[in-house]
Nanobody, 123 residues
Framework: VQLQASGGGLVHAGESLRLSCAASGRTFSSYSMGWFRQAPGKEREFVAAISKSGFSRNYAESVRGRFTISRDNAKNTVYLQMNSLKPEDSAVYYC?????????????????WGQGTQVTVSS
């Protein structure tokens, strides 16, 4: 499966952005989907994940209550709505697809990765 992330940009603290990740190739609904992010000098970290059906979701504690992950299987797209953005949310955001049975917070569980989209939040 090929993944294409988009929607990043430069915003001020407190503002919102919505990231999208369009998938092509194999059946999108066969994959749990996740968002990760990587800031300069830091490891790539888990942000959010959603199950194949969209019924189950998981979030990193740092974004819980501010970010919402969703998916539209008819459009082969997963979204990350980011509200109340903070400067510490600045990073390159990556979407990823996992063929496993359950949603995961571990990078190693994900089989396919998109190219990343830059999010910069100014104070």
């Amino acid at each position: 499966v090929q993944l294409q992330a988009s929607g990043g940009g430069l915003v001020h603290a407190g503002e919102s952005l919505r990231l999208s990740c369009a998938a092509s190739g194999r059946t999108f609904s066969s994959y749990s989907m996740g968002w990760f992010r990587q800031a300069p000098g830091k490891e790539r970290e888990f942000v959010a994940a959603i199950s194949k059906s969209g019924f189950s979701r998981n979030y990193a504690e740092s974004v819980r209550g501010r970010f919402t992950i969703s998916r539209d299987n008819a459009k082969n797209t997963v979204y990350l709505q980011m509200n109340s953005l903070k400067p510490e949310d600045s990073a390159v955001y990556y979407c990823a697809a996992d063929s496993g049975a359950y949603i995961s917070i571990r990078r190693a569980e994900y089989d396919y990765w998109g190219q990343g989209t830059q999010v910069t939040v100014s104070s």
